[in-house]
């Protein structure tokens, strides 16, 4: 039996070595890191006494809601303002549509007449708003504003978001984008969400009571989706994810991290903002 080179004694005891370094290496379990880290949140929002629920999600979203012009369901307020409630409640009826369509890997843009129409629907929010603003700096103004209306062109605003953001994140994440499929392909399709946030209007100004937590919890985690998803969008282009995603479950890791800048974010500005008003500094 021939006898080893002190070289190949050295290559085998590296090798070893290097096996178990690899065995030794576990993947970070983010998918029940993220599970358990949102449920926490959850957990800390529905039940940390000292105040009501809804005055807990006001809080939370004070710093990026202006809570002005607010709406009440049922004998309670919406934690957001009557044209953020529009656009972010519609911002997540459209997202969950879009997955329940048929539309979670669409790439493209709509055909121009319905893209006509998305642009025309952020056209009238920003006359509804004008319209709204002059009359708060005591201009003249073109029509009575009200809240009815303020959520409604809100939610035309929340679809338009919902499509701009949806495709933003299909191009930039997807390894599986399907660039051939738009967003929204007919009338028809774009036609089913504006009924369904119909529907949600008609319940809100109805003053259907049984429906103010299923509404108020759509309009919270829409403006926070929205804050969290961009964070998201970031997180993931920095850990290099960018055109690799097959699955959403790929983005455990940086669906985790991204939860430290959304609260931190939310809770900066809420923060501020009441700090602010208890110096007198706004109204």
């Not at 929002?45 to 002005?68: D, N, R, T």
């Not at 969400?193 to 319940?203: E, Q, R």
């Not at 809100?204 to 309009?219: D, H, M, Q, S, V």
């Not at 609260?263 to 208890?278: D, H, K, Q, T």
Request: overall charge positive; proline content about 6%.
């Amino acid at each position: 039996m021939s006898e080893r080179s002190p070289d190949e004694i050295l290559r085998m005891a590296q090798e070893r070595i290097a096996a178990r370094k690899e065995a030794g290496k576990r993947p970070i379990p983010w998918g029940p890191i993220f599970l358990g880290s949102f449920s926490a949140l959850l957990v800390a929002l529905l039940f940390s006494p000292g105040m009501p629920l809804e005055w807990k999600m006001y809080a939370v979203v004070h710093g990026i809601c202006a809570q002005q012009h607010n709406i009440f369901v049922g004998g309670l307020q919406f934690p957001l303002c009557a044209r953020n409630s529009g656009i972010y409640l519609s911002f997540m009826l459209t997202f969950l549509y879009l997955y329940a369509i048929g539309r979670g890997r669409a790439g493209k843009i709509p055909p121009w007449p319905i893209s006509l129409t998305l642009v025309a629907f952020v056209a009238i929010m920003a006359v509804d708003g004008f319209n709204s603003l002059f009359l708060d700096l005591g201009l003249p103004n073109w029509y009575p504003p009200d809240n009815f209306l303020r959520t409604l062109t809100g939610m035309g605003m929340g679809i338009t978001i919902a499509t701009a953001l949806h495709i933003v994140l299909n191009n930039t994440l997807r390894q599986n984008v399907d660039p051939q499929q738009p967003v929204f392909a007919n009338w028809g399709q774009l036609l089913g969400i504006i009924v369904i946030n119909l529907l949600a209007l008609a319940a809100i100004y109805g003053n259907l009571g049984i429906t103010f937590w299923p509404l108020a919890f759509l309009a919270f985690f829409g403006i926070l989706g929205v804050l969290y998803l961009v964070c998201l969008l970031l997180t993931s282009l920095f850990m290099g994810y960018e055109g690799k995603v097959t699955s959403i479950r790929q983005l455990a890791g940086p669906a985790t991290i991204a939860l430290i800048p959304t609260l931190v974010i939310a809770g900066v500005m809420s923060w501020l903002r009441f700090w602010m008003e208890s110096m007198g500094l706004i109204l």
